[in-house]
């Protein structure tokens, strides 16, 4: 009797977890199905666009870009040579050295000809104390902060305060922009005044190659880790964040490459210092913000392949920066839980941040339950051909349709990897990371939500190993 209760409850649990597996997939397959009917539009209309003619319009507002600096001794100073090169009008840079062990300032003050200076910020964010403020003799719109450690939403903070202008672009130390990226990412703020943010989509950059500070030659990197988390970013923005920027509820913006109006995040309270996820935190809470004092808003995102970042390449780092992602979701929608199926936010309250709560904020525990019940049964002969066949449907058949739709969209459009057999490596990870990564992804991501649990907030980093800088001819 016991044992069959025990099985019985086993069984109800899996099927469960199929209807968890068939939603979730279901979910990403409609927002696949949103972006890519939006992203054939958005392509049809860059062809009519004249960039330099847009660029040059009097309401393309200038912008502060700000680039915390934790240590970032391999990366900075090619990373500030790559925004100096930028495409646009008129825009400042402010690096913010977040009281670094290593030689990111020394680095910078000897590459750029620094020279400390005084200047009063406009802003009244809280943060560390700034230790000295420098300036380029060489380039007028490059600046230098150096600050106590306070941790990245502190350094931005501390920039948003000095930032110049209304409109500052949130960037890592460690990404590269393309030369058009600014003007593309403002696009949303000058096609619709009602935009608060805009976010745009990364690249993975292991294995391609840095010269005279910008991109010289896109390649698939040879670490299959980094090649598996190509596909998961393509199938992360273009799948996924693009059609929920169409129905007003993206609730990520990353904070490696994100533009904000100042005078509402100012607002709002400026960055969370107490998060490792301040940048999903910071969009969640602007939602709320103009929600709740009734402001018209957008947050927008832009598919163009904008900013290129280094991933781990390492099963140790990737665990460490997974487990960090997902105590920052966790993190971000705890404090704002009052949003959920709250009809006052709209639909980002009725269906965006469910959607982030139950699936994606609880999926890792769900997911990893269902995988090890699934298993038993299996083991143990419980488990029908049909219910078998069924789970593996939907719990893989339509993840890899899915992550096959990803690789369809970028070919379809911006196909950023045209070496030859690109596309079918593309097909082949499509297949592959759907089993052996995605379940790893899911023991980090299960991990994350215990940590978050206990309340831990450190950051932990992982080492980079910097861009490759000479093409090695084959």
């Keep these: 009797m016991i044992d069959s209760i025990i099985i019985l409850t086993f069984l109800i649990f899996n099927f469960m977890i199929f209807g968890y597996f068939l939603l979730i997939n279901l979910i990403y397959f409609l927002t696949s199905v949103l972006s890519y009917r939006t992203l054939t539009k958005y392509i049809r209309q860059l062809r009519s666009i004249d960039f330099d003619e847009l660029m040059g319009r009097a309401g393309a507002p200038p912008i502060s ?12 100073v090619e990373s500030i040579r790559s925004l100096l090169e930028l495409q ?39 943060t560390e104390s700034v230790r000295g403020i420098y300036y380029s003799s060489r380039y007028d719109n490059l600046w230098l902060i150096d600050k106590e450690n306070g941790g990245k939403a502190d350094a931005l903070n501390t920039g948003i305060n000095y930032a110049k202008y209304n409109f500052f672009c949130a960037l890592d130390a460690d990404s590269v922009l393309e030369k058009d990226a600014l003007i593309r990412i403002v696009r949303p703020f000058l096609e619709d005044g009602r935009t608060v943010a805009s976010g745009g989509i990364l690249r993975i950059i292991n294995g391609s190659v840095m010269k005279d500070g910008a991109l010289q030659e896109i390649r698939m990197p040879s670490n299959w880790l980094a090649r598996f988390q190509i596909l998961e970013y393509l199938r992360a923005f ?3 964040r693009l059609g929920w920027s169409v129905l007003n509820s993206s609730l990520i913006i990353s904070g490696a490459f994100g533009l904000f109006r100042r005078n509402i995040v100012l607002k709002a309270g400026g960055y969370c210092n107490d998060t490792v996820g301040e940048d999903m935190e910071l969009v969640v809470r602007l939602h709320r913000y103009c929600r709740e004092n009734e402001i018209d808003y957008r947050i927008s995102f832009v598919p163009d392949p904008v900013a290129w970042t280094e991933c781990p390449e390492t099963f140790s780092s990737l665990a460490k920066q997974r487990d960090r992602w997902q105590r920052g979701l966790v993190d971000s929608l705890s404090r704002h839980r009052k949003m959920l199926f709250n009809p006052k936010f709209g639909i980002v309250g009725m269906l965006g941040f469910p959607f982030f709560y139950f699936l994606e904020m609880l999926g890792p525990i769900v997911e990893l339950g269902g995988y090890l019940v699934f298993l038993i049964l299996v083991f143990t002969g419980k488990a029908s051909f049909y219910f078998a066949l069924s789970f593996f449907m939907v719990a893989v058949i339509l993840g890899v349709s899915i992550s096959l739709m990803s690789v369809v969209m970028e070919e379809l459009t911006f196909r950023r990897y045209k070496r030859p057999g690109d596309l079918i490596r593309l097909f082949l ?8 990564y995605r379940q790893f992804n899911t023991i980090c991501r299960f991990k994350g939500v215990l940590t978050s649990m206990a309340r831990k907030k450190s950051w932990e980093k992982f080492e980079r190993k910097g861009f490759v800088e000479e093409i090695d001819h084959e």
């Design 65 to 76: 870009i700000l680039v915390p600096a934790f240590n970032e001794e391999n990366t900075c």
């Design 88 to 126: 646009y009008s008129k825009y400042q840079i402010l690096v913010i050295n977040d009281g670094s062990s290593d030689k990111t300032m020394d680095k910078l003050i000897d590459a750029y000809d620094m020279v400390k200076t005084f200047t009063i910020p406009s802003g009244d964010l809280k």
């Design 238 to 240: 273009l799948s996924a």
């Design 429 to 436: 990870i499509a297949v592959l990371e759907n089993v052996g």
